[in-house]
């Protein structure tokens, strides 16, 4: 069973207790792209299964969220990517009771969790989760995105992935790996990917991690799984290796 605990966090922020809490590490959720934090349910009742408490929010992810000019006010970049690492770090730093957090992110919002990550000084985050991303090929996921998610008519699609592309960030997910040399040495990452993801091919999201010999990564290969569809569809592959990545980070 789960214990919701409604609070005066922003961005309807919720903290969701387990209620047999068996380790004192909190899960932090960062949700995909265009989502919502009730997209994550499944995801929280595993955790608080397994014994964890764990934090979710509204992720401010459309231009107008940004009055049509997203901007960091913290890495002084314009993109929605550096904006959400914005909002993502001043969730981060709410969180004081719990000295342990596990970051949680998925598909291309996982790049906005680890910039955010990579910029704080503090040593509160033991570990990282990243479901069907990041990708280091950018414009090729928008390409994908406009092309399965949110189709439009091929010739739209050479015009809306560029556009989105700036939009998102200049660096194009270059900047990556830059973000992830700076976590602590030894610094542990479980990689789910899908094989037959349609947005983010494999290859790209292991060129976001191999060059970071700082990294202790692992990857979780679902060979049938799509897009964000690997717990939902294939819980007997995914929920023991997230549960022994959790056991040996803790």
Known sequence: ????????????????????????ALIF???????????LLRHIRLVNQLG?????????????????????????????????ADQIEEHMNLLTEYPKKIAYAFSNVSACCIEAMARRPHQDFIALICDSGPSLNFMDSAYALYKHSNPVALPLRFIAAPLM?????????KDIPGDLIKLPQGFPVLSIRGWKDPLIKP???????????????????????????GLRDFPQEY???????LKSVN
Do not use: R
């Not at 592309?165 to 997910?173: I, N, V």
């Open 239 to 245: 929920k023991p290796v997230v549960d022994e990545f």
């Open 165 to 173: 592309a700036y939009g998102w960030s200049k660096d194009m997910h």
């Open 52 to 84: 964890y408490d764990a934090y979710v929010f509204n992720i401010k992810d459309k231009l107008k969220d940004h009055y049509g000019l997203p901007y960091s006010l913290v890495s002084h970049k314009f993109g929605l990517k550096h904006a959400i």
């Open 29 to 39: 959720f960062v949700h995909f792209y265009l989502g919502h934090k009730k997209a």
């Open 1 to 24: 069973m789960t214990e919701k605990t409604q609070s005066a966090y922003p961005d309807q922020g919720e903290l969701f207790k387990a209620s047999n809490k068996k380790h004192d």
């Open 203 to 229: 290859n790209d999201i292991d060129l976001c991690f191999e060059p970071c010999k700082n990294l202790v990564w692992q990857k979780l290969s679902l060979p049938e799984a799509g897009h964000l569809t």
